[in-house]
């Protein structure tokens, strides 16, 4: 098995000053430019796990890079170019303070929330009586905070204007933006076979215009479910297979670690990362229809510095 990028550390003419993420490495090139680097590093829980996953990071950057395209008719979005299977070149933006999450069927930390009693997501009221993995009669948004540091919080949309996060008019687009895009990524999933169960987006401004950034419909950012065992499965009250990293966090919750506070991460063995990275490779297979070309990871590094030099000549 190839070995897993953990951190990039580069220094880039113009560089302003480097963000090392849960996932990626974000060089700013002089305010104008974002040299996004998706490394192999995995989180769950808002925590970095101690192994990365080979051939996670160029997956995730190829994924977000197709749907990028595919979706630029609805909304503009921040890539300007992929000049390397783990980066992506895009314009400088100023973030919103929010991920706009949105779910087509109650599932996941949803799905957990309703469990313990709860019957408002983010403020959006839902009925008593529904099952694990059940369909919403229609997509609903629940935004989070986004944190530089440790937990995203569950927020309404009427708190995020309340506290100033975004204004009404902003948040109206967003959310527009994000329907618009949640029913391209579910048309495009059906396409494959595949169920877009739910996902986030994440949105930032240059003067006036906003733009979708970051990544879009990948396994870190979205869920996918296999349309044909769906409804016998639902039907059966048995788990749907999914293709998402929801596998991850249910094996580290077997094995006792949710993120809190005194927990600690389970130990990854080679098995187990090799098979986070069979499932990476399969949903790339699956969402794009495509072949998984591994690209060598011999002197990865100098490949990867060499091909953004390139790029910013």
């Known amino acids: 098995m190839s070995e897993a990028i953990i951190r990039t550390d580069f220094e880039f003419p113009k560089q302003k000053d480097v963000y090392h993420g849960k996932v990626r490495d974000v060089y700013n090139i002089d305010d104008e430019l974002l ?29 977000a890079e197709k749907f990028l395209d595919a979706t630029s008719d ?35 930390s949803s799905w957990r929330t309703y469990k313990s009693g709860a019957r408002d997501i983010c ?23 986004k944190a530089t540091e440790g937990h995203d919080e569950d927020i309404s949309k009427e708190e995020i204007i309340k506290q ?49 950034i970051d990544e879009i419909h990948t396994p870190d950012s979205s869920r996918y479910f296999y349309a044909d065992e769906y409804e016998e499965r639902f039907a059966k009250g048995e788990q749907q297979k999914q293709l998402s990293k929801e596998f991850v966090r249910e094996w580290l919750m077997e094995n006792g670690f949710q993120g809190k506070e005194g927990q600690d991460v389970p ?17 790339y297979e699956q969402v794009t229809g495509e072949k998984f070309i591994k690209v060598p990871a011999d002197s990865v590094h100098e490949r990867i510095e060499t091909n953004i030099n390139n790029y910013l000549k």
Not at 40 to 55: E, H, N
Not at 82 to 103: A, L, W
Not at 128 to 135: C, P, S
Not at 165 to 180: C, G, M, N, R
């Open 35 to 63: 040299v996004m680097v998706a490394s192999d590093r995995i989180s769950a829980f808002d925590v970095v796990l101690p192994k990365g996953i080979p051939f996670k990071g160029q997956v995730l950057n190829q994924i």
């Open 74 to 108: 609805i909304v503009p979005n921040w890539k300007i170019a992929s000049p390397d299977p783990m980066v992506t070149i895009g314009k400088y933006c100023n973030p919103f303070p929010v991920e706009m999450i949105i779910r087509g069927y109650l599932t996941g």
């Open 123 to 145: 403020g959006v009221p839902v009925p008593d009586g529904l099952k694990e993995h059940q369909r919403f009669p229609e997509p609903i948004v629940t935004p989070t905070t």
């Open 164 to 212: 100033g996060l975004v204004s009404p008019e902003d948040y109206a687009q967003l959310e527009d933006f994000t329907i618009k895009l949640f029913q391209r990524g579910t048309e495009i999933a059906a396409e494959k076979g595949l169920i877009l169960v739910d996902t986030k987006y994440e949105f930032g401004k240059i003067g006036d215009q906003i733009y979708l």
């Open 267 to 283: 130990e990854m063995n080679e098995s187990f990362v090799n098979s986070v990275s069979e499932r990476y490779i399969e949903l």
